[in-house]
């Protein structure tokens, strides 16, 4: 592995991609990576630029000619081949039907999304994640009136013709993260919802205390480690197939959360498709499956004085877009910071624990010029224009940075030593930790540790930003989070 960490750093100019966390066959006896550990170089000799955010278990990387990347995915314990590759330490291509180079791509719990240079998006892995998709007609209309099946999608789905992709029917080794214990209140509702009202449709009470049951065992919360267990066997996996948008959109960024997935145009709009049952699609409504992209409601009107309810919304489009376990955030070019979706745990950052059915700005951060998101299992991150990085909601590991573990709903200054004369450039989120990169091109990593995702070579969790080192002093061009594992671009002195 050494030689050729070595082979890529000299045929990338100086530069290489480090991973560090839980990769499981990228490393011996599939241990986690306690340190900065260099990734070999690629078969093709096509070296790796670009770390991608998301992968349960796998890396995500595009190489220089443009070719998604995957490694170190698991059959056994993570996601399943059809969506991170083949079981691998190198890097290898992940087979797209495209010849468009990969310009962006993100990683889910269980599905992943890829830009190409024409502006189009690649989507594939858990099946509600993949829009396009033909499912049973009564499956449909039970996932949209009642949330209380414990199963997963109908296993006998196809793919739409226009998609030109043949139907794939698998059993993963990962589900799909259900609700919180409590159902959904469904059809349209807008504004806030307080989630301590939500109720379980059902007509038998004892047949939802069964399924409620069920989920508890294999929550989202309690699958964020490789140990959780293992998943439902009616899950079904779609290929790579294209997203199907309106003529003249042209995708240049997506995000990837728990099972639901966000699209930024060339031109500003937002797009969500997946499963938004708390609001994480901004729709002002809590639908169950958004099966068709629909463009999220940023703004009432991209002219002149926007609004959404009561608050002004500085900005006429989106620039940035991130997608947590169950939230979304995004940033408008005036910098403004709008979250929706569940607020259990104040990830929304509204000062409360309520969800956010549509984009809602904020306020705690207005004055401020937010150039930089991110989002993890339950809590977000943004970045100022002067550096300044500020963070809210579960703080069950640390993973606020503010010291202890006590959950922040409005944002929250992270106001370490360490970071007093460094200058934050970008965040990066994974389901329980931090990453931040910093001008002077250090990293500094806090929250969950156990999986040594903080790359200090230890398995210890931090409340407080302490600094990855890199053992050859490389100098950090860029950072991503996996759910388990951190990646950077490393250039050497």
Known sequence: MRDDARNNTAASGGCSVRMWGYLPAASPQRAPLLQPTPVPSTPLNDPLKMVCNGGCGFGIAISESGKLNTWGSTTELGQCYLISGKQQEVPEPYS?????????????????????????????????????????????????????????????????????????????????????????????????????????????????????????????????????????????FAPPCLVILDPGIRISTVAAGGRHTLALSDAGHVYGWGYGGEGQLGLGSRTRIVSTPQRVPCFSSLENGVTIGEASIPGSCVTRIACGGRHSAVITDAGALLTFGWGLYGQVGQGSTEDELSPCLVSAMRGLRVVGIAAGLWHTLCITDIGDVYAFGGNQFGQLGVGGNTAETSPR??????????????????????????????????????????????????????????????RAASIACGWWHTLASVHIK
Request: hydrophobic fraction near 30%.
């Open 96 to 236: 797209l039907p495209t010849e468009s180079p990969i310009i962006q791509a993100a990683g889910g719990w269980a599905h992943c999304a890829a830009v190409t240079g024409d502006g189009e998006v690649y989507t594939w892995g858990w099946s509600e994640c993949v829009p396009n998709i033909k499912s049973n007609p009564d499956e449909t209309e039970q996932a949209q009136g009642d949330d209380t099946s414990p199963s997963g999608p109908n296993t006998s789905l196809q793919l739409s013709p226009r998609n030109n992709v043949v139907s794939a029917i698998s059993k993963p080794s990962s589900s799909a993260p259900p609700l919180r214990n409590g159902g959904v209140l469904l059809g349209k509702q807008s504004g806030r919802q307080n989630h301590r009202n939500l109720t379980c449709k059902t007509s038998e009470s004892k047949g939802a205390e069964e399924v409620l049951k069920k989920r508890k065992v294999v929550s989202f919360e309690d699958r964020g480690s490789p140990e959780s267990p293992t998943a439902a066997e009616e899950n079904v």
């Open 413 to 474: 200054l992270v106001d370490a030593p360490l970071l007093e004369d460094e200058t934050s450039v970008a965040v990066a989120c994974g389901a329980r930790h931090s990453v931040v990169l910093t001008g002077s091109g250090k990293i500094f990593a806090w929250g969950w540790n156990k999986y040594g995702q903080l790359g200090l070579g230890d398995s210890n969790n931090r409340d407080l930003p302490v600094q990855v080192t890199m053992n050859d002093g490389g």
